[in-house]
């Protein structure tokens, strides 16, 4: 199994660029979410979904979009990039919200 | 005031001590994680808890429901412990609310 896959690993885009954050998990888990990093912060969820063509949102939603068409991907879209959404993305998977997480390696974005 | 908070938020200890990382929450939960994210970036699941103590190797996870409190102890302390933990609770919607963590450094 390869557990749950990111890409890309690193990314430079300039303000108001577009872009998908790509997130795969093979282990047919039903729950999957994404999470920003910033220093001296704790992960803040963004999106999160129970299921295919389920999704809601976190914590800090506003300037990201998600669709779960199929189990195993979840990508994640910036709409129109700015320079706060630099920070460091996790996709994490598990069988639900309260079992244990498995997490991607991360997407380090930097706008520009 | 965060609704978890962990502490220290620094630890540097020698080779060999016993090690304590605190988590106290502030809400109500179903269980806990203890993760861990090492310099490379990634992050693993140390534990997942609900009552009561679990034992992996030289960690040890323990957690009071009605103090609100959580702690991780790491036994004969080694330089490849060296890391961020992070704990991690269920709230009520099923949804993770993370601590900020902890930068363990362990000296040879």
């Known amino acids: 199994n390869a557990g749950v896959t990111q890409t890309p690993k690193f990314q430079v885009l300039k303000t108001g660029q577009s872009m998908t954050l790509q997130c795969a998990q093979d282990m047919n888990h039903e729950y999957m979410s994404w999470y920003r990093q910033d220093p001296g912060m704790g992960l803040r969820l963004i999106h999160y979904?129970?299921?295919?063509?389920?999704?809601d949102q976190g914590e800090v939603p506003n300037g990201y979009n998600v669709s779960r068409s199929t189990t195993e991907d979840f990508p994640l879209r910036l709409l129109s990039a700015a320079p706060s959404q630099t920070s460091v993305y996790f996709c994490a998977s598990s069988q639900w919200g309260a079992e244990e997480q498995f997490f991607g390696p991360g997407t380090r974005l930097t706008v520009l | 005031k965060n609704e978890v908070e962990q502490s220290p938020q620094n630890l540097t200890a020698q080779e060999g001590e016993f090690i304590t990382i605190n988590c106290s929450y502030s809400v109500g939960i179903s269980a806990l994680h203890w993760l861990q994210q090492h310099p490379g970036g990634g992050i693993v699941s140390l534990f997942m808890?609900?009552?009561g103590k679990k034992k992996h190797g030289r960690l040890i996870a323990t957690i009071n429901i009605q103090e609100k409190h959580s702690s991780l102890h790491i036994t004969a302390s080694h330089p490849r412990d060296s890391a961020v933990y992070i704990c991690?609770?269920?709230?009520?919607?099923?949804?993770?609310?993370f601590g900020t963590g902890t930068l363990l450094a362990v000296q040879p």
């Open positions: 808890l609900s009552s």
């Open positions: 991690a609770v269920v709230g009520a919607t099923n949804k993770l609310i």
């Open positions: 979904s129970v299921g295919a063509g389920i999704t």
